[in-house]
């Protein structure tokens, strides 16, 4: 995520991915990116596997309760009026 700085010529950057060769890890930084182009930042690296399992996990009980909502049936009841 970045946010531009109102009267200042910097964002600032949250989170931002770094892409790496190596995909075993992800590769994320906070920091200041001036207007050149020109980044100070820290790294935060890691496998992170907890956390993408919770949110594998969440993904999939939400797809169920997509999938399920679809394939309830709908029945519709009519009464006839006596005559």
Known sequence: ????VPGQDVT?????RVETT???????????????????SMVVGGSFSYA????????EKAESKKTEATSTPVVTV?????A
């Open 1 to 4: 995520m970045r946010i531009k």
């Open 22 to 40: 190596d995909n075993q890890y992800d590769v994320f930084d906070l920091g200041i990116e001036q207007q050149d182009g020109s980044i100070d």
């Open 12 to 16: 600032l950057r949250f989170f931002e």
């Open 78 to 82: 009519v009464a006839e009026a006596a």
């Open 52 to 59: 993408k399992s919770l949110i594998r996990k969440a993904d």
